[in-house]
C-alpha cells in the first residue's frame, strides 16, 4: 500500500490518494491526472525547474507514505538559491 499526498503541484492544489493493489485514476481532462504522476516522478528523480510549481504558491511537496512505515517527502521551491530536500524516514 502507498499514500501519496501532493501539495502545490501543476494543478493540483492538494490531493491525498491511497494506492492499495490496482489502482486506477480516472477524470475529465485537465482534472490532474497526468500530473499526479509527474508529482509522483518528480520526488522520486528530483524533477529540473520550478515550472510545475502551482501559479501562485511558492513551494510544492510531495510525500510518499509506504505501509511498511518508510516515508519518502521532496520538497522543491521557487526562491532564488532555493535547492530540492528531501526526508526519508
Same mark, same amino acid.
Given at each position: *500500500?502507498?499514500?501519496? &499526498? /501532493?501539495?502545490?503541484?501543476?494543478?493540483? $492544489?492538494? /490531493? =491525498?490518494?491511497? @494506492?492499495?493493489?490496482?489502482? +486506477?485514476?480516472?477524470?475529465? &481532462?485537465?482534472?490532474?491526472?497526468? $500530473?499526479? @504522476? #509527474?508529482? @509522483? #516522478?518528480?520526488?522520486?528523480? &528530483?524533477?529540473?525547474?520550478?515550472?510545475? @510549481?502551482? %501559479?501562485?504558491?511558492k513551494?510544492?511537496? +510531495? =510525500?510518499? !507514505? *509506504?505501509?511498511?512505515?518508510?516515508?519518502? !517527502?521532496?520538497? =522543491?521551491?521557487? $526562491?532564488?538559491?532555493? =535547492?530540492?530536500?528531501? %526526508?526519508?524516514?
Open positions: *500500500m502507498l499514500t501519496v &499526498n /501532493v501539495q502545490n503541484f501543476q494543478s493540483i $492544489a492538494a /490531493v =491525498k490518494l491511497l @494506492i492499495k493493489g490496482f489502482t +486506477v485514476v480516472t477524470g475529465q &481532462n485537465n482534472s490532474g491526472k497526468s $500530473a499526479l @504522476i #509527474r508529482a @509522483i #516522478r518528480g520526488a522520486l528523480q &528530483n524533477t529540473r525547474g520550478t515550472s510545475f @510549481i502551482r %501559479h501562485g504558491s513551494t510544492t511537496t +510531495v =510525500k510518499l !507514505e *509506504m505501509d511498511d512505515g518508510h516515508t519518502l !517527502e521532496w520538497s =522543491k521551491g521557487t $526562491a532564488k538559491g532555493a =535547492k530540492p530536500t528531501y %526526508h526519508i524516514d
